[in-house]
């Protein structure tokens, strides 16, 4: 097992105060280890995305403490915060939420300029970053000349070409077919190949466990379960295609 | 281009009604201002033309004179004992008042009179288009200008008219001595207007003052002050600013041009205003997906700011064509609007600060995001 990148420890979650007040997460512990794909199961209202919000350090924890390689960021103010998700994390989401005035490379290369990256280098990688996904033929497209694959390919590519630490993916199959849904899969399982990176993937669809090297459950703000992937490796994980490949097989 | 403008640009020129209607509203509260600010130019310029013309070194006034227009009286009998004065060169006297200009026709009008020693360095007419200034020496002659013709009843050089039953004929005509109070100016010489206007010999409304170079103004002044307790000294420049903020702040008028520019740049802060804000609350996923991935404040701010930043461009840009089309428009008239390269900056300015500060709704606006809500739109 590679070293771990992102640990829970001990979290919890209130929200909301008075008569709303929620308990959302209660002692929630979870390490994501690199060149893995963990998944991230359980049914509405369980607290996968308060989870999810506090490891992409966009909400803070009642209680408990986040660390990202080591550096914990407890007490961190929002722009705090904010750097941490710009240097670390990479986020893909259920309805892409990609800019629509923008093109797929423009698209890509935003989570570069965030971080002060411009000009020909940014541009560059942008467009590596879509060839790794397939897409280098979708360069100065508008998300509106996408389908809905392709739109979540390019948000693969925007959330990959900052080499981040770790790729949380909120439901990245579910505005998807079952086609597109296993390409985008794939992509993701390639990407979580690299001992560096970790892959983290919230979903409900249990067809999809099979791309994962470890499954947690969540019910009620707590981890019932966690769940090694029958072997090391994700079952459909195929090398991240260098080219076009991913083209051919999702349309 | 950084990224953030390019976004910011699409998204603004992406909903063309909305950036129609905001660079309409910015073209008019612009338009506002600088026609308000022009005319406020133009008023100052009008209303020291004859003390621009006239230049002397210093003016000799009675004392507490609001403006050139000021009948005030002083004893011009006074002339010798200022020529004295150890740094003096020469003193003319000039008569200024209004009287009523009789048409052959019957019909009267107010005129204003403007009298000067024509041998001497007074205030004569200049733009002479026909006829001259020297003329002015024969009995009953007058220069009018062209422009007053309808005015006047004149139809050129020969015409005809009486100032208080004495007649009067036009040896020559200017061309763009226009009053801002709509008065024709008469020019004529000084003693015949002392009739015109009904004063005694003894008097004039001021003198003129030139110095020998090298003369120290200071004690000139005050050596010419000396003799005569109730008359006052100015130099060109200080009866230049008494008589145009008389005009402009003492009747009014400049208060009410400042208001309307005012009114203008309110306008204009309040359409950019909405307009930001409309534009940041339907484009809010994308501010918020920008905050998910980490970027900064400062770099959310710059999409706003550069909305702001375009919209102050393009609409100054448009502003500014209206606005020389109405300078070319008010030239020739009694009130031109004056745009200088100065006013032009300063309205820029002020538009772009006017765009900038309208964004600041649609700032607070994105202070409020929440980057969670990415994951539950």
Same mark, same amino acid.
């Given at each position: 097992?590679?070293?771990?990148?992102?640990?829970?420890?001990?979290?919890?979650?209130?929200?909301?105060?008075?008569?709303?007040?929620?308990?959302?997460?209660?002692?929630?512990?979870? $390490? *994501?280890?690199?060149?893995?794909?963990? =998944? %991230?199961?359980?049914? @509405? +209202? /369980?607290?996968?995305? $308060? *989870?999810?919000?506090?490891?992409?350090? =966009? %909400?803070?924890?009642? @209680? +408990? /403490?986040?660390?990202?390689?080591?550096?914990?960021?407890?007490?961190?103010?929002?722009?705090?915060?904010?750097?941490?998700?710009?240097?670390?994390?990479?986020?893909?989401?259920?309805?892409?939420?990609?800019?629509?005035?923008?093109?797929?490379?423009?698209n890509v290369q935003v989570a570069l300029d965030v971080r002060g990256e411009a000009g020909s280098k940014a541009r560059t990688r942008s467009h590596d970053a879509l060839a790794q996904v397939g897409l280098s033929h979708k360069i100065n497209s508008y998300p509106r000349e996408m389908s809905g694959g392709?739109?979540?390919?390019?948000?693969?590519?925007?959330?990959?070409?900052?080499?981040?630490?770790?790729?949380?993916?909120?439901?990245?199959?579910?505005?998807?077919?079952?086609?597109?849904?296993?390409?985008?899969?794939?992509?993701?399982?390639?990407?979580?190949?690299?001992?560096?990176?970790?892959?983290?993937?919230?979903?409900?669809?249990?067809?999809?466990?099979?791309?994962s090297s470890r499954i947690h459950s969540i019910e009620d703000g707590r981890i019932v379960g966690e769940q090694p992937a029958a072997g090391s490796c994700p079952v459909h994980a195929t090398p991240l295609p260098p080219n076009d490949a991913v083209r051919a097989e999702t349309g | 281009m950084p990224l953030?403008?390019?976004?910011?640009?699409?998204?603004?020129?992406?909903?063309?009604?909305?950036?129609?209607?905001?660079?309409?509203?910015?073209?008019?509260?612009?338009?506002?201002?600088?026609?308000?600010?022009?005319?406020?130019?133009?008023?100052?310029?009008?209303?020291?033309?004859?003390?621009?013309?006239?230049?002397?070194?210093?003016?000799?006034?009675?004392?507490?004179?609001?403006?050139?227009?000021?009948?005030?009286?002083?004893?011009?009998?006074?002339?010798?004992?200022?020529?004295?004065?150890?740094?003096?060169?020469?003193?003319?006297?000039?008569?200024?008042?209004?009287?009523?200009?009789?048409?052959?026709?019957?019909?009267i009008t107010p005129v204003f009179i403007v009298g000067s020693n024509l041998k001497g360095d007074g205030l004569k007419p200049w733009n002479v288009v026909a006829g001259s200034a020297q003329s002015l020496s024969e009995d009953g002659a007058v220069a009018v200008d062209k422009t007053y013709s309808e005015?006047?009843?004149?139809?050129?050089?020969?015409?005809?008219?009486?100032?208080?039953?004495?007649?009067?004929?036009?040896?020559?005509?200017?061309?763009?001595?226009?009053?801002?109070?709509?008065?024709?100016?008469?020019?004529?010489?000084?003693?015949?207007?002392?009739?015109?206007?009904?004063?005694?010999?003894?008097?004039?409304?001021?003198?003129?003052?030139?110095?020998?170079?090298?003369?120290?103004?200071?004690?000139?002044?005050?050596?010419?002050?000396?003799?005569?307790?109730?008359?006052?000294?100015?130099?060109?420049?200080?009866?230049?600013?008494?008589?145009?903020?008389?005009?402009?702040?003492?009747?009014?008028?400049?208060?009410?041009?400042?208001?309307?520019?005012?009114?203008?740049?309110?306008?204009?802060?309040?359409?950019?205003?909405?307009?930001?804000?409309?534009?940041?609350?339907?484009?809010?996923?994308?501010?918020?997906?920008?905050?998910?991935?980490?970027?900064?404040?400062?770099?959310?701010?710059?999409?706003?700011?550069?909305?702001?930043?375009?919209?102050?461009?393009?609409?100054?840009?448009?502003?500014?064509?209206?606005?020389?089309?109405?300078?070319?428009?008010?030239?020739?008239?009694?009130?031109?609007?004056?745009?200088?390269?100065?006013?032009?900056?300063?309205?820029?300015?002020?538009?772009?600060?006017?765009?900038?500060?309208?964004?600041?709704?649609?700032?607070?606006?994105?202070?409020?995001?929440?980057?969670?809500?990415?994951?539950?739109?």
């Open positions: 097992m590679n070293d771990p990148i992102l640990e829970a420890k001990n979290v919890s979650s209130v929200l909301g105060s008075g008569a709303g007040r929620v308990q959302a997460l209660k002692d929630v512990n979870l $390490t *994501l280890h690199g060149g893995e794909l963990t =998944m %991230l199961m359980g049914p @509405s +209202g /369980s607290g996968k995305t $308060t *989870l999810l919000s506090i490891l992409g350090f =966009m %909400l803070t924890p009642t @209680s +408990g /403490s986040v660390c990202i390689r080591g550096q914990s960021t407890e007490n961190g103010d929002a722009e705090t915060l904010a750097r941490v998700r710009r240097e670390h994390i990479g986020l893909i989401f259920q309805s892409y939420h990609l800019f629509p005035t923008l093109t797929a490379a423009e392709e739109q979540q390919r390019v948000a693969i590519a925007r959330a990959i070409v900052s080499t981040p630490s770790v790729i949380l993916a909120d439901e990245p199959t579910a505005a998807l077919d079952s086609g597109n849904g296993h390409a985008i899969m794939d992509v993701l399982a390639a990407i979580a190949k690299d001992p560096s990176r970790s892959v983290l993937v919230v979903t409900h669809d249990s067809r999809l466990t099979s791309f | 953030n403008f390019t976004l910011a640009s699409r998204n603004l020129f992406h909903d063309r009604i909305r950036f129609v209607a905001t660079t309409i509203g910015i073209v008019f509260s612009v338009v506002l201002v600088m026609v308000q600010m022009g005319l406020y130019l133009g008023f100052g310029q009008m209303v020291t033309k004859m003390i621009d013309q006239a230049s002397p070194d210093l003016w000799v006034m009675r004392s507490g004179t609001k403006c050139f227009e000021d009948p005030s009286l002083i004893d011009a009998r006074k002339r010798d004992a200022y020529l004295a004065v150890k740094g003096v060169a020469d003193v003319n006297a000039l008569v200024i008042g209004f009287s009523d200009w009789h048409m052959a026709n019957g019909a005015r006047l009843g004149t139809s050129g050089l020969g015409s005809e008219a009486e100032i208080r039953g004495h007649a009067v004929k036009v040896t020559a005509l200017t061309d763009g001595i226009r009053s801002f109070t709509t008065t024709p100016y008469v020019f004529v010489d000084m003693s015949r207007a002392r009739t015109y206007v009904g004063i005694p010999n003894t008097y004039a409304n001021y003198f003129l003052v030139k110095l020998k170079p090298g003369a120290n103004v200071d004690q000139v002044r005050h050596d010419i002050e000396a003799q005569s307790p109730t008359n006052e000294v100015l130099t060109t420049p200080e009866f230049r600013d008494r008589s145009r903020n008389f005009w402009l702040f003492g009747t009014g008028a400049g208060v009410a041009l400042f208001a309307g520019a005012l009114l203008g740049v309110i306008v204009g802060t309040v359409i950019v205003a909405q307009t930001l804000y409309s534009s940041t609350k339907d484009h809010i996923d994308e501010f918020a997906t920008l905050r998910a991935m980490g970027s900064s404040n400062r770099y959310i701010y710059g999409v706003i700011i550069y909305q702001a930043l375009l919209n102050a461009v393009v609409g100054f840009g448009l502003a500014s064509l209206v606005g020389f089309a109405v300078v070319y428009f008010t030239s020739g008239g009694a009130l031109p609007v004056v745009i200088t390269p100065l006013l032009m900056s300063a309205i820029f300015l002020l538009t772009v600060v006017m765009c900038i500060v309208s964004a600041f709704a649609a700032i607070l606006r994105v202070l409020r995001i929440d980057p969670v809500m990415v994951f539950t739109k």
